[in-house]
């Protein structure tokens, strides 16, 4: 079955510090890669998204992200974390198979240190 | 663009109330997703829509819930009678057909039940 898993529930970074979330997924099919970041009371936010070609995908915020077939993996990366930055970041695949659904990994909560 | 319109934003309704969702898609989409989250279950998605009919239902929770898109531009998430458990965020999202399968996503409404 076709399955996201963010392994971490919890990340706190001190600010200025880099940033690495994971997400790990399962798909038969060639995965279209997500992640999204949604703030408290607010709704999800696209920060960047893989569909094919360059594997390291650059997004808003200064965030990037790298696909890799052989790890299923697709971590989302940031250099130097800002305060504003904490909020919770979703991975998310979708396929031509799935009719244009997409998989929503359980999120991982970033909190931020001053 | 004024992105997904979704009202209200919050809802405070008593058990057995008849409560009703609404969602205004992007203008040009032809897919229109709804989901919900909790904390417990995170965000499921309850039924998505392309070109206004109904694709897959599979995640409404029970006869209680029911989703209609009667034209392009709007749609509407019912739950009659509510129960207390129904208590989540309601988010809409909605995608063009043309490209990729990202989604955007509303505000979300936040239903409480008593």
């Known amino acids: 079955a076709q399955s996201v898993t963010q392994p971490d529930i919890h990340i706190t970074v001190s600010e200025g510090a880099s940033l690495e979330l994971r997400c790990n997924y399962s798909?038969?099919?060639?995965?279209?890669l997500f992640w999204y970041v949604q703030s408290p009371g607010q709704g999800l936010q696209l920060l960047l998204k893989?569909?094919?070609?360059?594997?390291l995908v650059q997004g808003i915020k200064g965030f990037e992200a790298e696909f890799k077939r052989s790890q299923s993996s697709f971590n989302l990366r940031k250099p130097s974390v800002h305060w504003s930055d904490a909020a919770e970041y979703f991975c998310?695949?979708?396929?031509?198979?799935?009719?244009?659904?997409?998989?929503f990994g359980q999120g991982t909560e970033l909190s931020v240190k001053p | 663009d004024a992105g997904v319109i979704q009202s209200p934003r919050h809802e405070v309704t008593e058990m057995g109330q008849e409560v009703t969702l609404r969602c205004k898609p992007i203008?040009?989409?032809?897919?229109l997703f709804w989901y919900r989250q909790t904390m417990m279950r995170g965000l499921e998605l309850l039924i998505y829509?392309?070109?206004?009919?109904?694709?897959?239902d599979s995640g409404m929770p029970e006869d209680r819930f029911s989703a209609k898109m009667p034209n392009a531009s709007f749609s509407t998430l019912k739950i009659q009678p509510s129960e207390p458990r129904d208590s989540a965020v309601y988010f809409c999202?909605?995608?063009?057909?043309?490209?990729?399968?990202?989604?955007?996503f509303g505000p979300g409404t936040r239903l409480t039940v008593t």
């Open positions: 999202a909605s995608r063009t057909g043309t490209s990729g399968y990202e989604q955007y």
């Open positions: 798909y038969g099919a060639t995965p279209y």
């Open positions: 893989y569909f094919s070609g360059d594997t």
């Open positions: 998310a695949v979708g396929a031509d198979n799935q009719g244009g659904k997409l998989i």
């Open positions: 203008s040009g989409h032809n897919s």
């Open positions: 829509f392309n070109n206004n009919v109904p694709i897959d």
